[in-house]
Each structure stands twice: as structure tokens, then as C-alpha cells.
């Protein structure tokens, strides 16, 4: 395993590279989420930081270290991603993005994946994207209902413009269906020890995360402080940093920040998270 400077090897770091299950996508195990309190292209970046204030917050935390940026249409966060990583060396970071086949966009821009992604690789200044997503699914039926959206990612995989496809998973029947359904890459999961804005038990997650991390499907746990509902209570936020990395529920963490000093705190607070001995990670 490989930590950052200074970290101990009996303990995370932030900046360890994990890689996304099968994808070959190596990156670091903390991932910037820059769906603040986000939807219909607005979000809690650009309310209180302003675009350029956005970028800069972005281009800080790759400079500590940080190497995978989330994004969505929905966010509307593409040109903050975009213009933080300005003359950065592209294969030194990774970005996952959302397609917003269910809304939270203007409606002109509800279109098919492959105009989507199109315009996604303008917007993020980009030759190719790491990982797309669909975005929020909560239907045990998604592969059926889904279907064209996932050969279009399939082809553009094939064709290079993407690295990676999967889903942001909302409730426990669709992830269930993704742990049957070799098609998906990488997921996006709400995990946390509390059950916090999962609307699901964690103990029924975990067994599923697992599966899916052994038959090489890439997690990304979301909602690791429970959108925010204990982002001020430490102790809270220490147990559930370490559920996420020891109990084999994510490859990588996605945490939202609005300051770099919240940067620092989350990575501080990985630090201090001893290995398991059999975590899974």
C-alpha cells in the first residue's frame, strides 16, 4: 500500500492510491465531492464560495494531495473542476461524473449519453473522463429501464472517452440489483454506522458493499457524515471515517468541503485511523 508523506504504514492517509476495483483506475482514497447541498445546477460551492472561490478550493486540495474530483451535471460543477485543474497534468487526477438521466438540469439538456458526454468533456476541459455515472437510482429494475443509457456508456467506453461506467445508488433494492449486474464498474453508496440519509440499515449495506468489492466493482461511499447531519460532532465523524475504511465498505470516501481547513481535518482524522488487519482495503 502506498501512504502519503509523512503517514505512518500502520495507519490511512488520505492520499493513499487505492485502485477502483477492476477499472485500473488508481487514485486517492479521499475524493472531493463538490455536490454540496447540490441539484439543478446550483450548489453550496458557488452560493458561498463564487465560482473562482470554488476553483481555488479545488486547485488547494489537489495541492495537499487530493487526486479524485466528483462532479455532476446536476452539481453544475464542471467548470469549477475544469478551471482548479488548468495546466495540471491530466493523468494526475481522476474525475467521475453523473449523467442526469432523471432531471436536476435544464430541460434542452436532457438528452441522450452521447451528446451528454460530448458537452461533459467541453465543460471539464477534457480528452476523456474517468468515470460517468448514472445518477441517483432507487429502482430494483434500473438494468430493464436503464438499458440504452448503459449500452451508450458501453460504447463510449469502448471508444475512449470514458475509463469507467456505474451508478449513484438511493436505495437498497437498486443496489442490491447492481451487486447481480456485471455491467457496473463503479458505484456510488451511502454508508455510514449510523444509517444517516441512507434510508437503508448500514448492517444490510455492508454485506452487499463486500460482495460487490470482491467480484471487482469499485465503491465510492458518499454520505460518510450524513450529508452533514454530524459534521459537528467529532466523535461521530471519527467512528464513521473509520466504518468506512475498515469495515470493507469503500475503496474511496467522497466527503464535501467548502473550506481547505476541512481539508485538512478529514485528512488528519484518516490518519489517526489504524489498519485493520482484515479490512478489505
Known amino acids: 500500500m502506498l501512504v502519503g508523506a509523512g503517514q505512518s504504514a500502520s495507519a490511512h492517509s488520505a492520499f493513499e492510491k487505492v485502485t477502483l476495483g477492476k477499472t485500473g483506475i488508481t487514485t486517492t482514497r479521499l475524493c472531493f465531492g463538490t455536490g454540496v447541498s447540490a441539484w439543478n445546477r446550483t450548489s453550496a460551492l458557488l452560493r458561498k464560495l463564487g465560482p473562482d472561490g470554488a476553483a481555488k478550493l ?23 473542476v475544469r478551471n482548479a485543474l488548468k495546466g495540471v497534468p491530466r493523468d494526475s ?3 467521475c461524473t453523473k449523467f442526469a438521466w432523471n432531471g436536476g438540469v435544464p430541460k ?8 451528454a458526454i460530448e458537452r461533459y468533456l467541453k465543460e471539464l476541459g477534457t480528452d476523456y473522463i474517468d468515470i460517468v455515472q448514472l445518477h441517483c437510482l432507487t429502482d430494483a429494475e434500473w438494468p430493464q429501464k436503464l438499458s440504452k443509457h448503459m449500452a451508450d456508456l458501453d460504447a463510449a467506453k469502448r471508444a475512449g472517452k470514458i475509463r469507467a461506467h456505474g451508478c449513484s445508488f438511493h436505495s437498497f433494492a437498486a443496489l442490491e440489483t447492481a451487486a447481480k449486474t456485471p455491467w457496473l464498474d463503479v458505484a456510488h453508496v451511502r454508508i455510514n454506522p449510523f444509517g444517516r440519509k441512507m434510508s437503508m440499515h448500514p448492517e444490510k449495506v455492508l ?3 463486500k460482495k460487490m468489492r470482491a467480484q ?20 461521530k465523524i471519527d467512528a464513521s471515517i473509520a ?3 475498515n469495515s470493507g465498505a469503500a475503496d474511496v470516501i467522497n466527503i464535501g468541503f467548502l473550506s481547505i481547513e476541512e481539508v485538512d481535518d478529514i485528512a488528519r482524522r484518516i490518519a489517526s485511523v489504524p489498519l485493520a488487519t482484515a479490512c478489505g482495503a
Do not use: C
Open 108 to 115: 434542452d439538456d436532457l438528452t441522450d449519453v452521447a451528446t
Open 207 to 209: 454485506p452487499v458493499l
Open 58 to 80: 479545488i486547485r488547494a486540495a489537489y495541492d495537499r494531495g487530493v487526486r479524485f474530483f466528483d462532479a455532476a451535471d446536476a452539481y453544475g460543477t464542471h467548470s469549477f
Open 216 to 235: 471487482g466493482q469499485g465503491i465510492i461511499g458518499m454520505k460518510i457524515l450524513g450529508e452533514g447531519t454530524f459534521s459537528k460532532e467529532p466523535a
Open 93 to 95: 487526477y481522476a474525475i
Open 243 to 245: 466504518y468506512a475504511l
